[in-house]
């Protein structure tokens, strides 16, 4: 059975950047579509990004692009979220999504 392991996140300083990673082991990763979702304390969950089985297609949340961009390498069975020009309201526990499988997260922070 696939299992998504989330990990890069940290402390970091606004206009930072932070690479999170998501590694799927037990399937066969190539044929999904994943994406990335956050989660602040009090709030909803929300889509940040995502990317097509191929790679060829990505989109993004408004608030993130242009800082954010999603990559993903399925010889390594992982998924990136390259985060740049880091904003407090980024801070959040991000989340890898294939179909209704989690990752168990990975948290942001972002504060001087």
């Known amino acids: 059975q696939l299992q998504l392991v989330e990990s890069g996140g940290g402390l970091v300083q606004p206009g930072g950047s932070l690479r999170l990673s998501c590694a799927a082991s037990?399937?066969?990763?190539?044929?999904?579509?994943i994406a990335w979702y956050r989660q602040a304390p009090g709030k909803e969950r929300e889509g940040v990004s995502c990317?097509?089985?191929?790679?060829?297609?990505?989109r993004y949340a408004d608030s993130v692009k242009g800082r954010f961009t999603i990559s993903r390498d399925n010889a390594k069975n992982t998924v990136y979220l390259q985060m740049n020009s880091l904003k407090a309201e980024d801070t959040a526990t991000y989340y890898c999504?294939?179909?209704?499988?989690w990752g168990q997260g990975t948290q942001v922070t972002v504060s001087s």
């Open positions: 037990g399937a066969t990763f190539d044929y999904y579509s």
């Open positions: 990317i097509s089985s191929n790679g060829g297609t990505t």
């Open positions: 999504n294939v179909l209704d499988l």
